[in-house]
T-cell receptor
Framework: DQQVKQNSPSLSVQEGRISILNCDYTNSMFDYFLWYKKYPAEGPTFLIS?????DKNEDGRFTVFLNKSAKHLSLHIVPSQPGDSAVYFCAATKTSYDKVIFGPGTSLSVIP | KAGVTQTPRYLIKTRGQQVTLSCSPISGHRSVSWYQQTPGQGLQFLFE???????NKGNFPGRFSGRQFSNSRSEMNVSTLELGDSALYLCASRLDRGDYTDTQYFGPGTRLTVL
């Protein structure tokens, strides 16, 4: 039973355009959400997070939106750059140091 | 500050053997988590250790075990290896100062191939 879903295994975007990566979750108890980026032969690196008390969090070119009623979050990258080409993992957790559950990932290719 | 290190980086074993993977967290980090990454499955949570105690556990069989030492270094062991255990095993550490939003920092992983 996959509690965090990323239904698009891959996404291609032109350089300079917006990249939108989507994530759905099933467990309404999740209250903290994260995005990680992973390059080949490296471990994932933290990108941005959002608490369930917010519906938007922004960090430079990266913005995460949370829709709790739909159990959906999305990561927007504007403008997209070739260096953004990587696998993006959505993750969720509950407070009190519960385990972090990751989605299967979306491979983003930004075409110059 | 040195990052999370994992040894070995690559490992080839045969079915039925056992394997031990090692993880050294960032200095001062007290929590270590282990994940298994396979194509299409994302990162599957194995277990988390804090102060030498297992704090969380994923849905893996008992063949997968781990431990944490007093210096926060951690090892995970897989006994009676199966072909399906071939994966990238990732270790992550975090400061764990009482704030669950502490960022996890991942190591580069150990690529295990079971033949």
């Amino acid at each position: 039973d996959q509690q965090v879903k990323q239904n698009s295994p891959s996404l291609s975007v032109q350089e300079g355009r917006i990249s939108i990566l989507n994530c759905d979750y099933t467990n309404s108890m999740f209250d903290y959400f994260l995005w990680y980026k992973k390059y080949p032969a490296e471990g994932p690196t933290f990108l941005i997070s959002i608490s369930s008390i917010k519906d938007k969090n922004e960090d430079g070119r990266f913005t995460v939106f949370l829709n709790k009623s739909a159990k959906h979050l999305s990561l927007h990258i504007v403008p997209s750059q070739p260096g953004d080409s990587a696998v993006y993992f959505c993750a969720a957790t509950k407070t009190s140091y519960d385990k972090v559950i990751f989605g299967p990932g979306t491979s983003l290719s930004v075409i110059p | 500050k040195a990052g999370v290190t994992q040894t070995p980086r690559y490992l080839i074993k045969t079915r039925g053997q056992q394997v031990t993977l090692s993880c050294s967290p960032i200095s001062g980090h007290r929590s270590v988590s282990w994940y298994q990454q396979t194509p299409g499955q994302g990162l599957q949570f194995l277990f988390e250790y804090f102060s030498e105690t297992q704090r969380n556990k994923g849905n893996f069989p008992g063949r997968f075990s781990g431990r944490q030492f007093s210096n926060s270094r951690s090892e995970m062991n897989v006994s009676t290896l199966e072909l399906g255990d071939s994966a990238l095993y990732l270790c992550a550490s975090r400061l764990d100062r009482g704030d669950y939003t502490d960022t996890q920092y991942f190591g580069p992983g150990t690529r295990l191939t079971v033949l």
